[in-house]
Nanobody, 121 residues
């Protein structure tokens, strides 16, 4: 089985910072990419930031310049440093891994349980 466990969410004031962490474990064969998505009430889940194996990063326009994603490939962990937080960043943040499990032949998306981020004064 594969597990992705997020941590670091919480309540912060506008302009504050949080760092989210995700640990991937299980019968892993290969990890192509990891990233963070978020889902606010009444909205679709959206990509926040993604880091691919070679180091390429992708950010949502709303996150660009404020958020930084990093990855430790050896430990299969990914972090999201969030600065200058805004109320509109409030959402459940989900860790994602695009990976192949041992015994499988194809890459698939796997998800963590989510961690709540609330930005409010």
């Amino acid at each position: 089985q594969v597990q992705l466990v997020e941590s670091g969410g919480g309540l912060v004031q506008p302009g504050g910072s949080l760092k989210l962490s995700c640990v991937l474990s299980g019968t892993i064969y290969s990890v192509n990419a990891m990233g963070w998505y978020r889902q606010a009430p009444g909205k679709q889940r959206e990509l926040v930031a993604q880091i691919i194996g070679g180091g390429t990063t992708n950010y949502a326009d709303s996150a660009k310049g404020r958020f930084t994603i990093s990855r430790n490939n050896a430990k299969n962990t990914v972090e999201l440093q969030m600065d200058s937080l805004k109320p509109e960043d409030t959402a459940v943040y989900y860790c994602n891994a695009y990976m192949r499990r041992m015994g499988d032949t194809r890459f698939e998306d796997y998800w963590g349980q989510g961690t709540q981020v609330t930005v409010s004064s």
